[in-house]
Structures are given as structure tokens and as C-alpha cells.
């Protein structure tokens, strides 16, 4: 289930795994969603760690965003998210408005200054570069966004790591370089 | 002699509040190399008696040369005529760093680092426009506070391949070099600047010109009309190879150059650069080029002169200062005509080198620099007959009369 784990989280005792799952709420794939904490037991096993939390980070700033969602649409579409996710197996579900107070273009803009053109197009997915013609600036935004997501995240939840799919390894693999140092467990989900 | 050095001096001093669209017009133009377009510039000074006019500059470099003073002397223009001027400190820009004309990406400023470059920026500046006249503005208090909300919007307008498609970017790539992300969204903070202001017109060097084709989109998307853009040229360097002014070419006028360093290094530039620096730092008419570059033509000595104490001048609005510099000039190349004060004087033994006496004097960097101006046949003894060619090994007793080393430095060899 797990492709490959790279661990380097300072927070190593005690021996449990803090594991962050960071998903857009949209409708709900329950059984992409159900894999996770599966997922998360086995880099429990791996890790030889003594127990496990995963922590949802639900996004329910950016497809407000970028979907033109009214407050109250998105709301219902993240209540939804909070009373299914810890049947799923999830210990805890975090909604990003909750945590991520500051969305002001200084707070997140600096990161851009550290990832390239090369680097930024390798880990956008191959669906999108086949429309690269209906590519907006907006794809930059949401890299940065997502970073700041998780760089808050990271500290405010304490978390030693990221569980995320494999098809998106380049992201997090980017992403490493810009965020303290954290574990990533990359799942298969094919 | 017709002195334009005088006319346009006197020139700098007259109000051009109320002149005629196409007088103004008129004095614009030699200044710039591109303008997005001559017609909506027109169309724009007859509807806004006051235009509100964008410059901004990132604080990246403490210290300037004239080559960065070029778009300041076209913004002056519009300020003598009573426009509004808006002059924007990128505070938030620097933080990313212009890609602009690069070979490689920019170091990001930190908010000290601005704060300092800002005061010797603008200390330097005052010397060529009344700092009064300008409505300073820093645009992180705009692009600071922007909403992930704001900001989608105007993203959401911006074709990422068109973006990260630039020639300058995609050159860096062929190089291996990187481009940034962040300087990918350069272009459009520079936008959003012009649309928080509403600017009529955005004034900068022509190397800017990707730069100003986003600002005028982002403003057409907003729903407002696009910003006229007048582009100033690069400035070339004093050593008439074609490259640009750079102090990592080693070719250009510090503005916090001496007067004499200044009217100097003047006076080295090639002739064909006459013109092109006169237009670039006196407020000529546009009528009046022809009579100009004729003169250039069949006086260029006394031309780059005039020059010379035109640019010395502006920076005092005084004319005695610019002419104080060109008789010192005079009396020391011209005339050969060196006094005691011009020279330094070195007491050395009889049996010395003049190579090792010019060590001694502390006046150069190294022994190699000195080696490399005699073999540049750049040290000569001055005397009623002319000029001599003095090798290294020559000794202190030998020499006659004043010895000029490179171009500007002079020395007096007394023995002991």
C-alpha cells in the first residue's frame, strides 16, 4: 500500500506517528478516502511505531475559492466531511478555516521565490498539462496556498508527517523544500 | 559657440504647468525609446489636465548611476508640468526580485535591507528631481493585505504557459539557469499596482517592456483603460563597447560620483554617444534635435564639454559649477596645463622607480594595476615638449616635469 516513506521528523519520541491527510472538500470519494487509514496503520507497522493518529486537514478555503462556493454551500459540503471522516478511520478532522487564519498574499507569496518554473511544472499533473492552454496563474496560487496549509498544519497540530498519494509526489516532494522537516508516506491508491 | 549647456540649463528651472499637449509632447519623446502609443498618450494629456504617472523601482541597489537616473529625468518632465506623480517603492516586489534583463534570479531583500537602500536611493535621486513632487507610495501596503479571494481573480486572468513563456525567462532556461516562480508573478503585481492607482501613464526603461504589457492586460481586465507607457532607453556605458551602463561592466558615472570624476568620465565617452545622453539628461525640444546633432557633428569636442557641464550642473541647478569643472578640465588635459594643487607630490631617492615610488604613493589598488597602465602606455611624463612614454623601470631622477598616470591621476617626483 505504501510505495516509499521518507523520515525525517525531529519528533521521534514518543514513538507515535502524528500523520497529517490534507483533502479538498468536494464531494466525498469514500472509498479513495477509506484507504488512508489503512494506509496510516501500515506506516505504523513500518515505523514500528506504538500507535497512530491521522488528522484530516480538510480545505474548505480554497474550493470556496476557486469553485465561487457560497459560505453556506461550503459549509454544508464540510459538515458532511467532519461527521463521515472518523467513521472512515480518521482521528481527527481539521477544517483549514478553523486554522489557517491568515490568507493574505504576504503570508504566502515568499515561498515562490523558492521553487523554479522546471520544478513547479513537474509536479502539476499530466490531466492539466495536456490543457496547458486553459492554464492560469491560479495554479501557482494554489501551490502556495497548499504550502501554507501545511506548513501551519505541521506546527499547530505537531505533526512528525504527511500521508499523500503517490500521484502526487512531485508536490510533496517540492514541497519538502519548503516546509520544516516532516515525514512523507506515499500511498499507492491505484 | 551656441552653449546648450547654458539654454537647457536655464530651461530646467521654467514651470511647464499649462504647456500645450504638443509642446509637451514635444520634449517627451527624445527621452524615450518606445511609447505604448504616441496617439492614447495625445488622447490622454487633452482628457486629464492632471494625469496621475506611475515610477516605481525596487529598492534592490543602495548605490545608483546616471544610467538609473534616465526614467527619472522623463518622470521630472511630467512633474515640471504639473502631473501627478506616483512614485511606488516596490517593498513587496523586492521581496521577489525583478527577473527582469537577468541572467540569473534576484536575491530577495529582506525589510532592512529596503529600508536601508531606500534612504541612499532616494538621498541620490533629490539630486535630479524636488522629491516633494512626488507621492510616495510602498506597495506592500496594497499587495501586503490582498485576499487569497483578490488575488484569484486577477490571477485567474493570466495565461501560465504566456507567463512563464517570456523571452527572458526562456533564455535564462536554455542557459540552465532557474526562474522562479515568484518572478513568474512579477509582471502582474506590477499590474496590480497600476490598477490600485488607476495610473494614466507608467514611466521605465525599455528593458521593462514584458513587465508593462502585463500591467496594461491586468488594467484591461479590470475593466479600466490601459495605461500609456513611455520606455526610456538603457543607458550605454562610457566605454563605447555597446554594453549597457553597469557597475559590473566597470562603465558607468556613480550619481554620488565627485564632479570632476563625473565630468570626466564624461568626456570619455565616445563621440556617437553625445547625442543620446544629451537627450536623455537635458529637456531638449524635439524641433531643435536636428540643430543639436549638427552641432554634435561638427563640434563634438565642445559638445561633450557642454555635456559634461550640463550634467554637472543639473545636479546643483547651477551653472557656475558645471563650468568651474570644465575650466579645471581644460587647464588639465586641454591645456596640459597642470598646477601644484592638480598634482600629487612623491619624495623619493634618485635611484628609485618610478614603478616602485607609485607604490609607495598608496594611489593604487596594487603593483599589477600600475604594471598594466604601463603597458596600456598610460604613464607619460608631461613637459613644454609633449608628451613621453615612461617605462616601469625608469628611476625618480630621470623624470621631468609632471607624470600622468591613466587618465585623471598626476604626480611630481621630488628626490630626497
Redesign the interface.
Known amino acids: 500500500m505504501i510505495a516509499y516513506s521518507i523520515c525525517e521528523s525531529p519528533h521521534t519520541h514518543p514513538n507515535v506517528l502524528r500523520l497529517g491527510f490534507s483533502v479538498w472538500a468536494r464531494t466525498l470519494p469514500k472509498d479513495y478516502l477509506s484507504i488512508y487509514p489503512k494506509a496510516a496503520e501500515e506506516a505504523r507497522k513500518r515505523a514500528g511505531s506504538e500507535n497512530v493518529f491521522l488528522c484530516a486537514l480538510v480545505d474548505d478555503v480554497w474550493p470556496m475559492v476557486a469553485l465561487s462556493r457560497t459560505y453556506r454551500e461550503q459549509q454544508n459540503i464540510s459538515d458532511r466531511f467532519i461527521a463521515l471522516l472518523p467513521d472512515l478511520g480518521f482521528h481527527e478532522v481539521r477544517l483549514v478555516s478553523d486554522f489557517v487564519k491568515d490568507v493574505t498574499l504576504g503570508a504566502y507569496l515568499s515561498h515562490a521565490t523558492k521553487v523554479t518554473v522546471s520544478e513547479f511544472w513537474k509536479l502539476l499533473p499530466q490531466s492539466k498539462k495536456t490543457i496547458s492552454d486553459n492554464l492560469t496563474l491560479n495554479e501557482i496560487l494554489e501551490f502556495l496556498w497548499h504550502i501554507h496549509v501545511l506548513e501551519i498544519a505541521l506546527s499547530e497540530f505537531r505533526l512528525t508527517g504527511l500521508l499523500v498519494g503517490i500521484r502526487s509526489e512531485f508536490f510533496y516532494l517540492t514541497a519538502r523544500k519548503l516546509l520544516p522537516p516532516h515525514d512523507v508516506y506515499f500511498v499507492n491508491t491505484t | 559657440m551656441k552653449r546648450f549647456d547654458q539654454q537647457f540649463l536655464t530651461r530646467d528651472s521654467e514651470s511647464w504647468v499649462g504647456m500645450e499637449v504638443d509642446e509637451l509632447v514635444g520634449f517627451l519623446l527624445p527621452k524615450c525609446q518606445e511609447v505604448i502609443t504616441i496617439d492614447r498618450l495625445r488622447q490622454r494629456m487633452s482628457e486629464h489636465p492632471t494625469l496621475k504617472v506611475k515610477f516605481g523601482i525596487d529598492p534592490t541597489a543602495s548605490e545608483i548611476h546616471i544610467g538609473h537616473v534616465v526614467p527619472i529625468m522623463l518622470l521630472r518632465q511630467f512633474a515640471k508640468a504639473g502631473h501627478h506623480i506616483d512614485f511606488i517603492i516596490g517593498d513587496?516586489t523586492a521581496?521577489?526580485?525583478d527577473p527582469t534583463a537577468r541572467d540569473t534570479?534576484r536575491v530577495?531583500l529582506s525589510p532592512e535591507q529596503i529600508v536601508k537602500n531606500m534612504e541612499t536611493y532616494t538621498s541620490q535621486i533629490g539630486k535630479y528631481i524636488d522629491l516633494r513632487m512626488l507621492h510616495i507610495h510602498y506597495n506592500?501596503e496594497w499587495?501586503?493585505?490582498?485576499?487569497?479571494?483578490e488575488?484569484?481573480t486577477i490571477?485567474?486572468?493570466?495565461?501560465?504557459?504566456e507567463?512563464?513563456q517570456r523571452e527572458d525567462?526562456r533564455a535564462r532556461?536554455r542557459n540552465g539557469q532557474?526562474?522562479?516562480?515568484?518572478e513568474?508573478?512579477y509582471g502582474?503585481l506590477m499590474g496590480i499596482d497600476s490598477v490600485h492607482l488607476g495610473t494614466h501613464v507608467e514611466i521605465g526603461g525599455i528593458d521593462q517592456l514584458l513587465n508593462f504589457q502585463q500591467c496594461r492586460k491586468i488594467m484591461r481586465q479590470s475593466g479600466m483603460d490601459e495605461e500609456v507607457v513611455l520606455m526610456t532607453p538603457i543607458l550605454e556605458g562610457t566605454s563605447g563597447d555597446g554594453k549597457k551602463m553597469s557597475k559590473s561592466y566597470g562603465n558607468y558615472i556613480a550619481v554620488n560620483a565627485t564632479h570632476e570624476d563625473k565630468f570626466g568620465k564624461i568626456m570619455s565617452i565616445p563621440d556617437r554617444l553625445i547625442g543620446q545622453y544629451f537627450r536623455c539628461f537635458a529637456d531638449v525640444q524635439q524641433r531643435e534635435l536636428k540643430e543639436l546633432d549638427a552641432f554634435i557633428r561638427e563640434n563634438p569636442m565642445e559638445a561633450k564639454k557642454q555635456l559634461a557641464t550640463l550634467i554637472v550642473a543639473t545636479e546643483t541647478r547651477r551653472i557656475e559649477d558645471g563650468l568651474r569643472e570644465r575650466e579645471f578640465f581644460e587647464r588639465k588635459f586641454s591645456h596640459k596645463n597642470i598646477c601644484h594643487e592638480d598634482c600629487i607630490e612623491l619624495t623619493e631617492d634618485t635611484n628609485t622607480t618610478i614603478l616602485d615610488a607609485l607604490v609607495k604613493s598608496g594611489q593604487f589598488k596594487s603593483k599589477s594595476e600600475i604594471r598594466r597602465l604601463f603597458e596600456q602606455q598610460g604613464v607619460r611624463s608631461m613637459n613644454e615638449n609633449g608628451e613621453v612614454i615612461l617605462s616601469p623601470e625608469i628611476v625618480v631622477g630621470q623624470v621631468r616635469g609632471v607624470v600622468r598616470v591613466g587618465k585623471r591621476r598626476f604626480f611630481r617626483f621630488v628626490t630626497a
Open positions: 513587496f521581496r521577489i526580485g534570479g530577495p506592500a499587495l501586503n493585505p490582498m485576499t487569497l479571494q488575488i484569484f490571477f485567474q486572468q493570466i495565461n501560465l504557459s507567463a512563464m525567462f532556461m532557474a526562474v522562479s516562480l515568484a513568474v508573478c502582474v
